[in-house]
């Protein structure tokens, strides 16, 4: 009868696999790795759009965690995976708390973990809110460029909401050769408006700023007007504000009644991510019981497939992917551990004999 203690021990054993390493990078770090590589960053926001136009990346739906005792409040997580030469996945878990802001807190807050590609194991835990805002400012300033390439260039931005997401939307079109000759400012909020205005002065821009005291003013004299607002439910409802035809970064996708959007030319980042969780997009859509609003993607404007008219307002609605964050996420990681500044957590990972 065969030993099958002495067949297994005289087996060859394998190398031991390198223990896997885990390291949490603050927002500090996240921060100094991004700041002053916006031109880069919307260069990987764009490849990372292509790779997921062409297929190679895993983007499930967005996971809404809700609270009935705390209806103005939410948590998501945005599982991804994206390929290439990225290669990596994970996971984006976001909160957004608008009550944080009457307290002195930021509305969002976040992390991201990044997993190996070939393992499954986590590597790193990384402060997210900076990743998520860059990542969002980058796809905004990238839509900006494509949507408007067959036009003159916008030169009057108008900011409709004034927090965290306009300041580094400006920032990154103000890094990325954007021009303005006026920049106008609304928010519900006065000191917010103020406040914006007090961030545009420490950077040192010279356009004149116009704090606007009604939407309609700000949407009429802007030809590229930002939304970046916390709105639920759509609040601008006319059409005719947009009779000039400006391009319009939707960000917080629900600002935009159907009307307005079935007058608009219309393109989002992904279709199906879009149009769910009544999104100003997939009021639309429940409104018409078609699609047929849109003109297509960002990915199909890059390819040439689908192009931005003239003759009306153009509309970009992302509804924001996790691979983006996961794109981000690696630069920060591959920037952190260039510098020889990753702070490991020794023994994350203890148990790890199969057998004992």
Request: glycine letters at 8%; one cysteine or more; aromatic letters at 8%.
């Amino acid at each position: 009868m065969t030993d099958l203690l002495s067949t297994t021990a005289d087996a060859a054993v394998p190398d031991p696999a390198p223990k896997p390493t885990f390291a949490v990078i603050s927002g500090e770090q996240v921060q100094r790795a991004l700041t002053g590589s916006e031109k880069q960053l919307v260069e990987l926001v764009e490849a990372t759009y292509r790779l997921h136009g062409a297929g190679d990346s895993v983007n499930p739906p967005s996971y809404f965690l809700r609270f009935a005792d705390r209806p103005s409040s939410r948590i998501i997580a945005l599982p991804a995976s994206i390929g290439g030469s990225i290669a990596v996945d994970g996971l984006k878990w976001i909160s957004s708390f608008p009550g944080n802001v009457s307290a002195g807190l930021p509305r969002a807050s976040a992390v991201l973990i990044l997993n190996d590609h070939d393992t499954g194991y986590p590597f790193a835990c990384l402060e997210s809110s900076i990743i998520s805002a860059t990542r969002t400012a980058a796809s905004a300033a990238l839509a900006a460029d494509w949507l408007s390439r067959n036009r003159p260039r916008p030169t009057r931005v108008g900011f409709f909401g004034t927090g965290l997401i306009a300041r580094y939307i400006h920032t990154f079109l103000a890094r990325t050769g954007w021009e303005f000759e006026a920049i106008g400012v609304h928010d519900l909020s006065a000191d917010s408006a103020e406040g914006f205005c007090g961030y545009l002065r420490q950077t040192g821009a010279e356009e004149p700023v116009t704090i606007h005291d009604s939407a309609e003013s700000l949407i009429r004299s802007s030809d590229l007007v930002v939304f970046a607002t916390i709105a639920g439910e759509p609040h601008v409802t006319t059409p005719a504000w947009f009779a000039h035809n400006p391009v319009v970064l939707h960000v917080s996708l629900r600002d935009l009644a159907p009307e307005v959007l079935l007058a608009s030319a219309n393109f989002v980042d992904d279709i199906e991510h879009c149009l769910k969780a009544d999104t100003s997009p997939h009021l639309v859509e429940q409104r018409t019981g078609d699609r047929d609003f849109l003109n297509g993607t960002l990915n199909d404007v890059m390819l040439g497939r689908a192009a931005p008219p003239t003759d009306r307002p153009v509309i970009f609605s992302p509804f924001g992917l996790g691979v983006l964050d996961l794109a981000v996420g690696k630069y920060v990681y591959d920037e952190v551990a260039r510098a020889g500044q990753l702070r490991l957590i020794d023994d994350f990972f203890h148990d790890l004999r199969r057998y004992g």
